[in-house]
């Protein structure tokens, strides 16, 4: 039994002593991979789609599918913003309400710039201030500017989710995941 416990302990101490604990630095890094990676899957949507076809409602009372992307762009802009204080690129307030903003392209250029921006402000964010609280202007709701950070991640994911259906309604197999 002694020498069974001696050799486990012999086993397991190197792992012990190699773990290291997540700085601030890895967890940002983590946050920036996520976008990058969220980025990449979300333009695979955008992509899969056929333009004539982002005009397309699943039903009547929700939003089309370039509005659905159009909401994404808004609000990765609208939480990154208030979570880091970076300068956020100039979205119309009726973005998704806009026509002129619903073709292939119009979509494309808002997503990519949101994704973009959310990419350059993770990186260019301070993360000693991340446990700050920061109010939204809505509901009353005060959180941490971490949790604004990856409320934006969910949400993003969220919304792209919802579009899925959206492409297998016109007999189209969406994208594969990309989990890493």
Same mark, same amino acid.
């Given at each position: 039994?002694?020498?069974?416990?001696?050799?486990?302990?012999?086993?397991?101490?190197?792992?012990?002593?190699?773990a290291?604990a997540?700085?601030?630095?890895?967890?940002?890094?983590?946050?920036?991979?996520?976008?990058?990676?969220?980025?990449?899957?979300?333009?695979?949507?955008?992509?899969?789609?056929?333009?004539?076809?982002?005009?397309?409602?699943?039903?009547?009372?929700?939003?089309?599918?370039?509005?659905?992307?159009?909401?994404?762009?808004? %609000?990765?802009?609208?939480?990154? @913003?208030?979570?880091?204080?970076? $300068?956020?690129?100039? *979205?119309?307030?009726?973005? =998704?309400? #806009?026509?002129?903003?619903?073709?292939?392209?119009?979509?494309?250029?808002f997503?990519?710039?949101?994704?973009?921006?959310?990419?350059?402000? %993770?990186?260019?964010?301070?993360? @000693?201030?991340?446990?700050?609280? $920061?109010?939204?202007? *809505?509901?009353?709701?005060? =959180?941490? #500017?971490?949790?604004?950070?990856?409320?934006?991640?969910?949400?993003?994911?969220?919304?792209?989710?919802?579009?899925?259906?959206?492409?297998?309604l016109?007999?189209?197999?969406?994208?594969?995941?990309?989990?890493?």
């Open positions: 039994m002694a020498v069974s416990l001696l050799a486990l302990l012999v086993l397991v101490t190197p792992s012990i002593v190699n290291q997540l700085s601030s630095e890895d967890i940002k890094a983590q946050i920036v991979k996520e976008w990058e990676r969220s980025k990449a899957y979300t333009i695979d949507y955008l992509n899969t789609m056929p333009a004539n076809k982002y005009s397309f409602k699943a039903q009547d009372s929700i939003r089309s599918f370039a509005q659905q992307m159009l909401h994404l762009a808004g %609000a990765n802009v609208f939480f990154m @913003s208030l979570a880091t204080d970076q $300068k956020a690129p100039s *979205f119309p307030q009726d973005l =998704e309400q #806009r026509v002129s903003a619903q073709t292939k392209d119009s979509v494309m250029y997503v990519t710039t949101s994704y973009d921006y959310a990419i350059s402000a %993770a990186k260019s964010s301070d993360v @000693s201030k991340w446990g700050e609280k $920061k109010k939204l202007p *809505f509901g009353g709701y005060e =959180e941490t #500017r971490y949790a604004l950070i990856i409320k934006a991640i969910e949400h993003q994911a969220h919304h792209r989710g919802q579009t899925t259906i959206y492409i297998r016109q007999g189209i197999k969406p994208p594969q995941e990309r989990l890493f």
